[in-house]
Structure formats: structure tokens, C-alpha cells
């Protein structure tokens, strides 16, 4: 039996496993200005971190007021995105080793995301992470994203596991506000540092406050270990 015992571990993707955050920025700003919208900046982008497409063009609509319907705007970003997505995203190679940690335990693992599936299933493809990280859902096939616990939710049905059983890695505040709404503990590595002291970051159970650079594969299943043996009782 694995050191990590009945623990499941679900990832969110972007800013997490990958840093796919330059291609969605991109893939936005594109979009954007050719809907009209010229100058969207980086740190225009920061506020849409760990909100779902879906979403973010909802939010598009109502800020730059846009005449083009969300479906319209979700296929254009979905499309720009893809491609840059298959030749464009890197793992982070902690992130590859942990991933590779766990597969040597048998430990089950999802992936949880905002993005839609085609997105998903490219980058893990291309990334080679779908050798170990079979089961993805993604925020299109649930009924709300996060900050709403359905995608966590619904990728610990498909692992069999308990939600009080299952560790979330994730980097953005949506997504730590929805791994608590599942009842999950969560690994919170902060895509924007700056963002640490964000009040849904307090409820993860580990803190990374500098996120990736923080991050250590040996140090996070040793965490894992600690948690299952209940030494960590957030």
C-alpha cells in the first residue's frame, strides 16, 4: 500500500501543472482587439487567473461591452488558444516530477480546470502528462465553475474517492475557494505572488506564498505523507 494510504490528488491545469497562462493571454488579447478592445495588458489578464473561459468572456461582454454573443467569443479565445496550446505550453518540472511521484504510488489523480476539454486533452497530450493523469474534467462539463466546488466534486466521483480524502493543487483563489467549498484540503502555489494574502488562500491547508518557485516535489509528497498519517488537520 502506497505511504499516502486512501488520498486522491486533483490538479487544477493552468498555472499549475502548465504554464499555459502566456497562451490564454495572448489568445485573449487577440480576441479582444479584434472585437475593438486594444491595449488589454498582462496585468489586465492577472484578474481573469483561475476564472473559467466561459466565464471570463461573460465578464468581456459586460466590461467592454461587446456586441458579439459569449458563444461567438468562447469559440474565437477556445480556438486561438488551441493553437498555442500544442506547441506553445511546458510543464513546470516539479509539477512532472510530483505527477511521476504519485504514479509510482498508485496514487489516483485527476485533473480539474477551467478550460474546455479539447484545451485539456491537447495539453496533457503534448505535455506527455496524459500517461498519468487519465481522468480530467473540465468546468464546461459541470454545471458552474469555480469559485463553485462542481469540478472538484465531480472528479472525485470519477476517482471513486471520498471529497475528504482527496488533495487539491491549485494557484489561483477561485479554485482554493472552490476546493474548500468541496470539503478538499488544498496545496495553494499563487500564480501572482502578490495575490497571496487573498482571503480564499487562508483556507488552504498549505500556503506556498511564492507558488511555483516554492514548490518541491519531494517536500509536497512528504506533506502528503504527513497529511495521510493525520499530522495535517486543516
Known amino acids: 500500500m502506497s505511504d499516502l494510504d486512501t488520498l486522491s490528488v486533483i490538479f487544477d491545469l493552468d498555472g499549475t501543472l ?4 502566456p497562451n490564454y493571454y495572448e489568445a485573449s488579447r487577440q480576441v479582444l482587439a479584434e472585437h475593438g478592445v486594444p491595449g488589454f495588458s498582462w496585468s489586465d489578464h492577472e484578474s481573469y487567473v483561475g476564472i473559467s473561459t466561459r466565464e471570463t468572456v461573460t465578464i468581456w461582454r459586460e466590461r467592454y461591452g461587446l ?11 477556445n480556438r486561438r488558444y488551441l493553437d498555442l496550446a500544442r506547441t506553445r505550453t511546458r510543464a513546470y518540472p516539479e509539477m ?8 509510482a504510488e498508485r496514487v489516483p489523480m485527476a485533473v480539474a ?3 474546455s476539454p479539447e484545451a485539456i486533452e491537447a495539453i496533457l497530450a503534448g505535455t506527455g502528462l496524459a500517461a498519468h493523469l487519465g481522468t480530467a474534467v473540465s468546468a464546461d462539463e459541470v454545471p ?5 466546488p462542481d469540478v472538484f466534486l465531480e472528479a472525485a466521483r470519477r476517482l471513486g474517492a471520498d471529497p475528504a480524502d482527496c488533495v487539491v493543487l491549485e494557484d489561483a483563489a477561485p479554485g482554493a475557494a472552490a476546493a474548500h467549498a468541496a470539503g478538499m484540503r488544498c496545496i495553494a502555489l499563487p500564480y501572482v505572488p502578490a495575490q497571496a494574502d487573498a482571503p480564499e488562500f ?5 500556503l506556498l506564498r511564492g507558488g511555483q518557485a516554492e514548490f518541491s516535489a519531494r517536500s509536497a509528497y512528504a506533506w502528503l505523507r504527513d497529511a495521510a498519517r493525520g499530522a495535517t488537520t486543516r
Open 67 to 77: 456586441r458579439a454573443s459569449a458563444a461567438e467569443l468562447l469559440a474565437a479565445t
Open 96 to 103: 512532472r516530477r510530483f505527477v511521476e511521484l504519485l504514479a
Open 18 to 21: 502548465v504554464d499555459s497562462e
Open 202 to 206: 487562508t483556507t488552504a491547508s498549505l
Open 144 to 148: 458552474h465553475g469555480k469559485p463553485a
Open 113 to 115: 480546470s477551467g478550460s
